[in-house]
């Protein structure tokens, strides 16, 4: 059986662990390209980097990994995704990649094209029933609407496309912004249309609670478009700097029957293949899960699936590469602690008490997984270790300047 060499398009967290995830399932060490280098890939064993400039454009990837693959002939290739730019990149060109010897597990362009924005993505969560926050859709020179929305502010204020807005830099820049009022509203969105950003923004509903109230959903469709896992993710903490706000910090997995099957259906329904990840939260008001979007790729935060046991290395490989069947569906019914960031801080800035203590025992019991911390990886490694020392230093500072304790 010919070795398993993964190519990876990207150099963050999402970069490093899925190449945790190949080397933990198969003793290999992963290849990564991306415009520069990223501290997450860096002086790593498991991951060998390489910055390409101009690599977020399609002729420079295409070159790169046609290069790469004439020079790798022998193994069986898989590309993967690390940023939803990548993962739509490598959607575009599946088939040229395809023929160059890769095997791409994602969806086509046309199902892309019906998922990859949050508005087109609303409009088939209408013809499924799926809930989502009551929204309305802006586009440039709509700012009236911002005077009479159907639901009070504050509001949530966002691109509808990512790929787009991150491409059309400007001072201030957040992934997610909160308005409280419409004059705020505003002119948060004439500063994201004047940057050029061409797209619509999404204006919504804010769901109330912190982030303790966010669940992350992460599943994988076989080549036939078959769910075969789902692991549910109940967040303890988010990141809550300006251009991470939203990354998932700390994740406790949890089993909930009905959310997992009504999702499951919609991925059958709409025939979706490879990874797809769901960003939820809980609505106190009315008692239901309500989803922001669905991410074409695996989650920075994928490690807390492997972590808890569902390689996602072997998911794709044994499926999409060697072409097995995974067998029965597996809805993950088991408890795990995942983190990114210092224990210490998940504790202090975790809202709910009771899920903290059950996050601190699952730890006591060895149940407890981290993104960077590869024993492997760390083991007669000074600078890794080093890296890994200052990236946790780092975090008490942000969620001081950031977060705000919370009242328990």
Same mark, same amino acid.
């Given at each position: 059986?010919?070795?398993?060499?993964?190519?990876?398009?990207?150099?963050?967290?999402?970069?490093?662990?899925?190449?945790?995830?190949?080397?933990?399932?198969? +003793?290999?060490? $992963?290849?990564?390209?991306?415009? /520069?280098?990223?501290?997450?890939?860096?002086?790593?064993?498991?991951?060998?980097?390489?910055? @390409?400039?101009?690599?977020?454009?399609?002729? @420079?990837?295409?070159?790169?990994?046609?290069?790469?693959?004439?020079?790798?002939?022998?193994?069986?290739? @898989?590309?993967?995704?690390?940023?939803?730019?990548?993962?739509?990149?490598?959607?575009?060109?599946?088939?040229?990649?395809?023929?160059?010897?890769?095997?791409?597990?994602?969806?086509?362009?046309?199902?892309?094209?019906?998922?990859?924005?949050?508005?087109?993505?609303?409009?088939?969560?209408?013809?499924?029933?799926?809930?989502?926050?009551?929204?309305?859709?802006?586009?440039?020179?709509?700012?009236?609407?911002?005077?009479?929305?159907?639901?009070?502010?504050?509001?949530?204020?966002?691109?509808? $496309? $990512?790929?787009? #807005?991150?491409?059309?830099?400007?001072?201030?820049?957040?992934?997610?912004?909160?308005?409280?009022?419409?004059?705020?509203?505003?002119?948060?969105?004439?500063?994201?249309?004047?940057?050029?950003?061409?797209?619509?923004?999404?204006?919504?509903?804010?769901?109330?609670?912190?982030?303790?109230?966010?669940?992350?959903?992460?599943?994988?469709?076989?080549?036939?478009?078959?769910?075969?896992?789902?692991?549910?993710?109940?967040?303890?903490?988010?990141?809550?700097?300006?251009?991470?706000?939203?990354?998932?910090?700390?994740?406790?997995?949890?089993?909930?029957?009905?959310?997992?099957?009504?999702?499951?259906?919609?991925?059958?329904?709409?025939?979706?293949? +490879?990874?797809?990840?769901?960003?939820?939260?809980?609505?106190?008001?009315?008692?239901?899960?309500?989803?922001?979007?669905?991410?074409?790729?695996? +989650?920075?935060?994928?490690? #807390?699936?492997?972590?808890?046991?569902?390689?996602?290395?072997?998911?794709?490989?044994?499926?999409?590469?060697?072409?097995?069947?995974?067998?029965?569906?597996?809805?993950?019914?088991?408890?795990?602690? /995942?983190?990114?960031?210092?224990?210490?801080?998940? /504790?202090? #800035?975790?809202?709910?008490?009771?899920?903290?203590?059950?996050?601190?025992?699952?730890?006591?019991?060895?149940?407890? $997984?981290?993104?960077?911390?590869?024993?492997?990886?760390?083991?007669?490694?000074?600078?890794? %270790?080093?890296?890994? /020392?200052?990236?946790?230093?780092?975090?008490?500072?942000?969620?001081?300047?950031?977060?705000?304790?919370?009242? %328990?």
């Amino acid at each position: 059986m010919a070795e398993i060499i993964p190519v990876l398009l990207g150099a963050d967290m999402n970069c490093y662990t899925m190449a945790r995830a190949f080397h933990e399932a198969y +003793g290999v060490v $992963s290849h990564a390209f991306g415009r /520069w280098a990223m501290g997450e890939t860096k002086y790593s064993r498991i991951v060998k980097f390489t910055p @390409v400039e101009k690599f977020d454009t399609d002729p @420079v990837m295409l070159k790169t990994l046609e290069d790469f693959a004439r020079a790798h002939p022998d193994g069986d290739k @898989v590309a993967l995704g690390c940023t939803d730019d990548y993962a739509a990149m490598l959607i575009r060109n599946r088939e040229t990649l395809r023929a160059a010897g890769y095997t791409v597990p994602y969806i086509d362009v046309p199902l892309m094209e019906k998922l990859v924005t949050k508005e087109s993505f609303y409009r088939l969560c209408d013809e499924h029933a799926i809930p989502y926050p009551a929204t309305v859709v802006l586009r440039a020179g709509e700012g009236d609407k911002l005077d009479s929305l159907p639901f009070a502010y504050p509001v949530i204020v966002k691109p509808s $496309s $990512s790929i787009s #807005y991150w491409k059309h830099e400007f001072e201030g820049m957040k992934k997610v912004y909160t308005a409280k009022d419409a004059a705020e509203a505003k002119e948060i969105t004439n500063r994201i249309f004047a940057s050029g950003y061409p797209d619509s923004i999404i204006v919504q509903d804010m769901i109330p609670g912190a982030d303790d109230k966010m669940r992350v959903l992460t599943a994988y469709c076989d080549r036939n478009a078959r769910v075969k896992m789902m692991c549910l993710g109940h967040l303890l903490l988010e990141e809550h700097t300006p251009r991470a706000l939203g990354n998932h910090a700390a994740i406790v997995t949890e089993y909930n029957g009905p959310l997992m099957e009504t999702l499951k259906n919609f991925l059958e329904a709409v025939g979706y293949t +490879g990874f797809a990840n769901f960003d939820i939260k809980y609505d106190t008001r009315d008692g239901q899960y309500k989803v922001f979007e669905i991410n074409l790729r695996l +989650g920075r935060s994928n490690y #807390y699936v492997t972590g808890a046991g569902l390689n996602l290395a072997r998911y794709v490989t044994e499926d999409a590469v060697r072409g097995k069947d995974l067998g029965e569906p597996v809805l993950f019914e088991g408890e795990s602690y /995942w983190h990114s960031i210092p224990n210490a801080i998940v /504790w202090k #800035y975790t809202d709910d008490l009771e899920l903290v203590e059950k996050a601190a025992a699952l730890a006591d019991q060895g149940r407890e $997984s981290t993104a960077l911390g590869y024993g492997y990886d760390l083991r007669l490694n000074p600078l890794r %270790r080093l890296y890994l /020392w200052e990236h946790y230093r780092r975090y008490h500072k942000k969620y001081a300047t950031y977060c705000k304790e919370p009242e %328990r």
